[in-house]
């Protein structure tokens, strides 16, 4: 059963005369409980196409539905709330409030979710029980990568974005936090999208969408995608 | 010459963080520059105006008047450059009882001249008078009028020759009872002494036919007769008696005048200094008053301005230090970058100093210029602003330090080698403070938590937003408070002390014996005022009788004290002279003779400084005294004529003398309260907008994660609310504490009590409130274009 349909989404940035095609009737759906890798070199409309899926943006035209909402059409507060129940997200650069600890973090998506999970479970998850009052500052990249995942999913959302999620570590703590994100994406039985212009991830992946120039290339489902640790990093 | 053009670019991408600068940087010398070209300009111009018409040094005073062999002695004396002997009297204008005039005369015209406005020049055997031109204004008079002036049952009839201005009038007040001058009501003239020997004559003459009149002698011959007895000699001593003033210029100290004096003439004179005279003593206490404003708004307004500077300086350094970086990599030398740099701080100080001058003027026209808030209290001919010499290498030494400020946040960024300067710049790490071991703070929530922290980590932004609202609340307290505190002296002047209708002058000399048919016709209070030396010092020596409760005297409290007849109260200026219970001693001008007495109590003086005792006690302790005033609940015209009468004044014409005064209060509290909201704005503004752009990162981190815009707004607004709340919690006791130190500063002048009404709190909690939320808005109103995506691209 798809969980998002995107139907002919165009994406244009304007700067006086001159006109961007970010994304160019773009259609697909996703079915749920899969991993999705969004592969793409820079430039190739990627990160507007998970934006437009996170709701952070609204496409010019064609309709993007998720679990039969169309999203496209949302005021801003409506979309602030389909952020804050639908989607969890994960940053290359973490995005976690510097002022806030480790617990306070993943605690704070409870505040607007109406459905979260237990902020000190899902710490003592992704292993960092014992961080739970230290600041982020105070945390190795792959810890706070870890955190950035225990926020996304403590919402309980449907589906989980990734934006580059392993393009600020090193390889090693990279592998680490991607069989967390599959480890922990099964357990709760969401939806993973993940943008990277890295081939080896998407590897691992139940489908693949090969994005160029604004434009799906293709879309492959793979039957028997790798583990973290099968992949040659 | 591309970077100038960036420069610009640059300035324009900070548009607030420039303008605001700009704008405290003007208001920070517009207000140093204003205040001080004030008090400046009062000295300059009042002294060049008292230099210009001889004002006295020294006034002597004699209740026998001054003969003119004491005067050839006086003048002689060495160290006395000139000298003359001076009569001034309050005079009514014939027809109209509301109106008076103080009259004059300069003997040799030597000490206490004028300055000639319109019409003819001083003559000594003129026999016109010369009339000041804003009561001439005021009244409608004009040159080549005829006036007919009324003294003691003689009409005095003159031609106004010439419209003039003194140094010995500047503040035209008709006794120490009145704050500011009244030109509709009272001003003052000048007369030739041929002219006032002319009035004299004819008045001797008068009384002698009266008295031949009386003895039966037929009308014809009456004329010649009251001629023989009328000698030069009986003028000559009549003239001595009424010369009850010498005026000097000398710059011999007060002591060695004083015993100059008593060694020429054999008996102590009462001398009085400028420093003790209306005009210098109120003028001086305005410059004076000036300083003390001119040392504390200023400084609260340029220290804002600086601190302002360096935080923002530093955030737009950090900001461009990516910028910094790629010049350098360009291969930029650090010197260029920061003279480039450096130019900013240059460029606002510049700027912000030009606006501010031009402000500063302004600033200072608008209290001292004839039309500005002074114009109604002094009466002077030339208002040209004067600036204190040090205010320049304070406003080019604020400038310079904009500059320095510049390059030293630039200097810390061009650290290490190109590379890590094109590193962005990483913001402190978090600690955990003190505050987070408090057993309460774990159970606030979030937005709590993440404010408290934000603030912790951004001390210099969180102690400079304080620092605005304190300064916003301390203007706002400050300025409406000495409203309140003037309206509660008032209040205490017209309701709790003065309960008469007329106050009845009465002429020099006249004992209880003499006056005591007309208090008793008056129904009146009275009371003595006389000269006294308190160990070299000048004060009043004032006796009361207030049995019928016309008037009261009253405590620090402003409560009305029960007088007792064992000792006597010091006003609160002596308050330091003597305890209650221990003694002091006076001596009366006039007399050899010193009087020691126990003190009892102090008393709030209204007017002058002061000893207050009954007249019970001043009849047991056998001292000389005559009757100054009568009051009485008659209305001027019930009552009745009476040579003993020197002038009466009316209770409400008294109090509505203050009118102008509680205006001058009026402007100066406005301009107050604009410098308070304009100050809260830009600082908040200002720092509002800096936080936002420190916090954009989280803010749309949060907006990511689903919180909606309003939500954010108002953690926004939170912090602000909590800031001013602080705010005002400090800003109001150091409010007060300024009110009462500016208070204590005009101590030489008035014995006011600080008040605060209701109002006062309310506006200034509200209005600091008002400007807090205001800001808070309109900085949350940008989260609304808060580019998500753009925000969350670069790491921490």
Redesign the interface.
């Known amino acids: 059963m798809s969980v998002v349909k995107f139907e002919n989404v165009s994406k244009i940035y304007r700067n006086g005369d001159h006109e961007l095609r970010a994304l160019d009737k773009v259609s697909f759906s996703l079915d749920e409980g899969k991993f999705v890798v969004i592969l793409g070199p820079s430039g190739a409309g990627k990160s507007t196409l998970l934006n437009l899926l996170g709701g952070l943006d609204s496409p010019d035209e064609g309709t993007i539905t998720v679990s039969g909402t169309d999203i496209s059409k949302l005021t801003d507060n409506e979309l602030a709330d389909y952020r804050a129940q639908s989607v969890g997200f994960v940053f290359q650069f973490y995005n976690l409030i510097p002022t806030l600890t480790v617990y306070e973090n993943v605690k704070l998506v409870s505040e607007i979710s109406k459905d979260a999970l237990d902020a000190k479970d899902i710490i003592g998850r992704v292993g960092l029980l014992d961080h739970l009052a230290n600041f982020p500052s105070e945390l190795s990249g792959g810890e706070q990568q870890r955190i950035s995942i225990a926020r996304a999913l403590c919402k309980n959302p449907k589906i989980l974005l990734c934006d580059e999620p392993t393009g600020a570590l090193d390889s090693e703590t990279g592998v680490m936090v991607l069989k967390l994100l599959l480890d922990m994406a099964k357990n709760y039985g969401k939806t993973i999208v993940i943008v990277t212009h890295n081939q080896n991830i998407a590897k691992m992946a139940d489908v693949v969408i090969r994005v160029k120039n604004g434009r799906i290339r293709s879309i492959e489902e793979q039957e028997s995608p790798l583990s973290a640790d099968e992949v040659e990093w | 010459m591309i970077l100038v053009k960036k420069m610009l670019r640059t300035a324009r991408s900070y548009k607030a963080q420039f303008i605001s600068m700009i704008i405290m940087m003007t208001l920070g010398i517009g207000v140093f520059l204003g205040f001080n070209m004030e008090w400046k300009t009062i000295e300059y111009d009042v002294s060049s105006f008292l230099s210009d018409t001889k004002y006295a040094d020294y006034r002597l005073y004699s209740a026998v008047g001054f003969a003119e062999d004491d005067f050839e002695k006086i003048a002689s004396i060495e160290g006395v450059t000139a000298a003359t002997r001076f009569l001034t009297v309050n005079l009514d204008i014939k027809g109209d009882s509301k109106k008076a005039l103080a009259l004059n005369v300069s003997e040799n015209y030597t000490v206490s001249t004028f300055t000639l406005m319109d019409g003819k020049e001083y003559d000594e055997n003129s026999s016109g008078i010369w009339l000041s031109d804003k009561f001439a204004a005021k009244n409608g008079i004009s040159l080549g009028d005829k006036m007919t002036l009324e003294f003691q049952g003689t009409e005095i009839d003159a031609e106004v020759v010439g419209l003039i201005k003194a140094g010995e009038h500047m503040i035209c007040v008709a006794d120490s009872n009145q704050v500011m001058p009244d030109f509709t009501t009272f001003g003052y003239a000048y007369i030739s002494p041929t002219k006032l020997n002319d009035i004299l004559k004819d008045k001797a003459l008068k009384t002698a036919a009266d008295e031949l009149r009386g003895a039966g002698l037929p009308d014809d011959v009456i004329g010649q007769q009251a001629e023989m007895l009328v000698t030069d000699e009986v003028l000559k001593q009549t003239v001595d008696k009424v010369y009850a003033q010498i005026n000097l210029i000398s710059d011999l100290e007060k002591t060695e005048l004083e015993d100059s004096v008593s060694e020429k003439l054999g008996r102590t004179i009462m001398v009085v200094p400028k420093e003790d005279h209306v005009v210098y003593k109120e003028a001086m206490g305005e410059a004076e008053e000036g300083k003390a404003m001119g040392s504390i708004l200023p400084v609260l307004f340029l220290a804002i301005a600086i601190l302002t500077m360096v935080t923002t300086m530093h955030r737009i350094a950090t900001k461009e230090k990516t910028q910094i970086g790629i010049l350098k990599a360009l291969g930029f030398k650090n010197r260029t970058i920061l003279l480039h740099y450096s130019f900013y701080g240059l460029f606002i100080g510049i700027i912000g100093a030009a606006l501010g001058m031009v402000l500063g003027y302004f600033v200072c026209k608008a209290v001292m210029s004839e039309n500005g808030m002074m114009g109604t209290y002094f009466d002077m001919p030339d208002w040209t602003a004067a600036t204190p010499a040090f205010c320049y290498p304070v406003i080019a030494g604020t400038v310079l330090l904009l500059a320095l400020i510049s390059f030293l946040s630039v200097r810390a960024q061009l650290k290490g080698t190109a590379a890590d300067a094109l590193r962005l710049y990483t913001?402190k790490?978090?600690?955990?403070s003190l505050l987070e071991k408090l057993p309460f703070f774990r159970k606030m929530g979030?937005a709590t938590?993440?404010n408290i922290?934000?603030l912790m980590?951004h001390k210099s932004r969180f102690a400079m937003t304080l620092a605005g609202i304190v300064g916003c609340m301390i203007l706002l307290v400050g300025g409406l408070g000495m409203r309140d505190t003037m309206a509660g002296f008032l209040d205490l002047l017209d309701n709790g002390i003065s309960h008469y209708v007329t106050k009845v002058n009465i002429i020099e000399n006249t004992g209880l014996k003499d006056a005591g048919q007309l208090i008793e016709e008056l129904d009146g209070d009275w009371e003595s005022y006389s000269g006294i030396s308190i160990d070299g010092d000048t004060a009043v020596l004032d006796i009361v009788n207030n049995t019928g409760g016309r008037f009261s005297v009253v405590d620090e409290d402003n409560e009305p004290i029960k007088l007792r007849d064992d000792g006597v109260y010091l006003c609160l200026r002596l308050s330091s002279r003597a305890k209650p219970g221990e003694y002091i001693s006076f001596s009366p001008y006039g007399s050899e003779k010193s009087y020691r007495v126990k003190v009892v109590g102090y008393n709030r003086s209204v007017m002058t400084e002061s000893i207050t005792m009954t007249d019970r006690l001043a009849d047991e302790m056998g001292l000389d005294y005559s009757i100054s005033a009568i009051y009485t609940e008659k209305s001027s015209d019930e009552i009745p004529a009476s040579e003993l009468i020197s002038g009466k004044q009316d209770k409400r014409q008294l109090m509505d003398s203050f009118g102008s005064f509680v205006e001058i209060m009026d402007g100066m509290v406005l301009i107050l309260v604009i410098a308070a909201v304009i100050l809260g704005i830009v600082v908040l503004y200002n720092l509002g907008v800096m936080s936002y752009v420190e916090r954009s990162?989280?803010l749309a981190?949060?907006?990511?994660?689903?919180?909606?815009?309003k939500r954010i707004g108002r953690l926004l607004i939170s912090q602000n609310i909590w800031l001013t709340v602080i705010g005002i919690a400090v800003g109001l006791p150091a409010g007060i504490g300024t009110l009462q130190w500016m208070i204590s500063a005009l101590a030489s002048e008035y014995e006011m009590k600080l008040m605060l009404g209701p109002l006062t709190y309310t506006v200034s909690v509200l209005l600091t409130l008002g400007v807090s939320l205001l800001v808070g808005r309109m900085v949350a109103r940008k989260n609304?274009k808060i580019d998500?995506?753009e925000a969350?691209?670069?790491?921490?």
Do not use: H, Y
């Open positions: 913001p790490k978090m600690k955990k979030f938590k993440w922290r934000d980590r990162r989280e981190t949060l907006k990511v994660l689903g919180f909606r815009n609304k998500m995506v969350l691209k670069s790491a921490e």
